[in-house]
Nanobody, 121 residues
């Protein structure tokens, strides 16, 4: 993929909502899975959600029923709608074009700058 640009992060109170966006330039997402990861200093980068080319979605247990991943192939953009945010959701959120093997997803080496999400209590 080309450059990945995440945006939409910010400061939100617990229980609030944010939508972060991932826009790709130089390549298209049309027939590839797209994943959102998040990282907090001192912790491992964690997979948050994945949307396959056919629209099938996968979520980490920690965000199920609260987050929704979607894609707009026409604009080459992937979104992560985050509802009912909790302080533990605080992280830098990154999008990535992962590889899928045997039902599991593995990140590629191309990352954007990330977008910061801070959830206050």
């Amino acid at each position: 993929q080309g450059q990945l640009v995440e945006s939409g992060g910010g400061l939100v109170q617990a229980g609030g909502s944010l939508r972060v966006s991932c826009a790709a330039s130089g390549s298209t997402f049309s027939f590839k899975p797209i994943a959102w990861y998040r990282h907090t200093p001192g912790k491992q980068r964690a997979l948050v959600a994945v949307i396959d080319a056919d629209g099938t979605t996968t979520y980490a247990d920690s965000v199920k029923a609260r987050f929704t991943i979607s894609r707009d192939n026409a604009t080459n953009t992937v979104y992560l709608q985050m509802n009912s945010l909790k302080p533990e959701d605080t992280a830098v959120y990154y999008c990535n074009v992962p590889y899928k093997f045997s039902g599991s997803y593995f990140p590629s080496g191309t990352w954007g700058q990330g977008t910061h999400v801070t959830v206050s209590s």
